[in-house]
């Protein structure tokens, strides 16, 4: 497979000898520009995997390619975002936002020559997740909704190819997780980077992604690969087709299935 | 309103109540100044010996100053070293433990001996008890980044330095400030025992001299200058904190 973006191959992946596999003969592959998300009941390595992809980690066996070569320490073309927004208190939004491009290269050596590129950047993007106004309040100034929003901008903002996400919208209300369903749905159209999205959220996988991978119980496999074949763009409306609903169960089914045994 | 007034000056009316019943019962029960004096005769004392008490404070005041910059430079060296490394926590960790829980007064005759009676042993006395809980406050900053957040920065590229400078040490400022608070009474605490013990000027000396003539109102005139200094320094610091790192006391600053 040639248009591979990433390609994960058989890997395992231990943490120490005593605990065994976190995660087990996992293969998938990835297109550029493609939108995954893995599913899966808690402790499954979904996390790992993520480890992985960023290249913090390296797999116990087995191995990953992105852009076709082997990942052998942290790439610098990827975001990162969590369930906690992981903001600086002491950084205003604008700064928090701007902290990748002072680490990253290319920006990082004209950082401070071309800061004033580099802020409105980060200003456009922040405005592009509806945060007008709010460059200069400090994140406990915000709510969970806004900061989690931040946190996507500073996962951004250096155009990194490939985005993480490891359950970036489960500590929200229902309400405000759709709203940034649709902010991170707009995002993606806009720039195209590729996402791989951990979630528990069976409805966002599916609202979101175009693949979405079901993981076992620890060490976490593959269990079933979903093609989301629902037309793009998509509106919070298609949650509720019958299309939607029916990929819904067939993926709580598997989940069910995992809990079970 | 009146409530928020009243706990601002909360502090000053037990002092005053405390300074009142003291005046009150050296009176009533007619203690002598040499046992237990008066605050009255307190305050003669300070104006008698006003020059000679300003002289020894500020020399009590600039070896306390020189030994809190000392234990601050290497409080934060070792902080540093000891919060960004579990391998170096874990060596020198127990060493400071056991050092720390020397008592202090204990060196003296120690630095007596290397440097002679006066100014030197005042120093490095205030330094040796005021560097430890500097240390372990910045060492607690650096070592409690969020491992989420380390991530984000190290897939990144960033490199041990990076992470340390601009995540590490911004977190570990509101724990450093607050140590500084400690440990500048505790610098106090240090210079003044040193003097008590080996010097021919500073406070400590001028307690020692007066107590051994019995003239307890100076003893007293002493204690009270030390605690303003040290008290005074206290404020100082404080109000660097809440300027420092307003961001990591925000919930306090809401309600007041």
Redo the contacts between chains.
């Keep these: 497979m040639s248009d591979a973006f990433v390609e994960v191959d058989k890997v395992d992946l231990a943490y120490d000898e005593v605990s065994g596999n976190a995660i087990e003969d996992v293969s998938l592959s990835m297109k550029e520009h493609e939108f995954i998300a893995m599913v899966g009941p808690s402790g499954c390595g979904k996390s790992t995997f993520m480890k992985l992809c960023s290249g913090l980690r390296r797999p116990s066996k087995g191995q990953v390619t992105v852009e076709g070569r082997e990942v052998s320490g942290p790439l610098k073309i990827v975001g990162m975002a969590f369930q906690n927004a992981t903001l600086l208190p002491w950084r205003t939004t604008l700064d928090n936002v701007l902290l990748p491009l002072e680490i990253v290269q290319p920006y990082r050596a004209s950082f401070k020559r071309d800061k004033e590129k580099y802020v409105l950047k980060a200003k456009e993007l922040l405005h592009s997740v509806g945060l007008v106004g709010y460059e200069d309040r400090f994140p406990w100034e915000l709510s969970g909704g806004m900061q989690q929003r931040v946190s996507i901008c500073r996962a951004l903002v250096h155009e990194p190819k490939l985005l993480l996400l490891d359950e970036p919208f489960a500590a929200l209300d229902a309400f405000t997780r759709e709203e940034l369903w649709c902010i991170l749905r707009d995002l993606w159209m806009l720039k195209r980077f590729t996402v791989v999205l951990v979630t528990h959220d069976l409805r966002e996988a599916t609202f979101l992604a175009d693949t979405v991978y079901v993981m076992s119980k620890r060490p976490g496999r593959i269990l079933a690969k979903r093609d989301i074949d629902i037309p793009r763009p998509r509106e919070l409306e298609v949650t509720y087709t019958d299309k939607f609903v029916g990929i819904v169960l067939e993926l709580r089914e598997h989940i069910g299935r995992i809990r079970k045994a | 309103m009146k409530q928020s007034k009243l706990e601002k000056w909360s502090s000053w009316i037990v002092l005053a109540v405390i300074l009142i019943l003291w005046e009150f019962i050296c009176r009533a029960f007619q203690v002598s100044d040499f046992i237990f004096p008066a605050p009255s005769g307190i305050v003669a004392s300070l104006r008698q010996y006003a020059g000679p008490i300003t002289g020894h404070a500020l020399q009590t005041f600039w070896s306390t100053m020189a030994g809190f910059v000392l234990g601050v430079t290497v409080g934060v060296l070792l902080g540093f070293l000891v919060g960004s490394s579990r391998l170096m926590y874990t060596a020198l960790y127990p060493l400071m433990v056991g050092f720390n829980s020397i008592p202090k007064s204990a060196f003296v005759p120690i630095l007596v001996v290397w440097f002679g009676i006066g100014t030197v042993p005042a120093i490095l006395t205030a330094f040796v008890i005021c560097f430890f809980p500097i240390t372990v406050n910045v060492a607690t900053g650096l070592a409690t980044i969020?491992p989420?957040?380390e991530?984000?920065?190290?897939?990144?590229?960033?490199n041990r330095m990076?992470v340390l400078i601009?995540?590490g040490l911004?977190?570990s400022?509101p724990y450093f400030f607050a140590s500084l608070k400690v440990a500048i009474t505790l610098a106090f605490v240090g210079s003044v025992v040193s003097e008590t013990i080996a010097a021919n000027e500073g406070i400590g000396y001028l307690m020692m001299s007066a107590g051994s003539q019995m003239r307890m109102p100076l003893v007293f005139a002493g204690l009270i200058v030390i605690s303003v200094m040290a008290m005074a320094m206290y404020a100082v610091f404080a109000f660097l904190e809440r300027r420092m790192?307003g961001?990591?006391t925000?919930g306090m600053d809401a309600r007041a």
Excluded: C, H, I, S
């Design positions: 969020e989420e957040l991530d984000v920065l190290r897939a990144l590229g960033a990076d601009k995540v911004p977190r400022m790192t961001w990591a925000r």
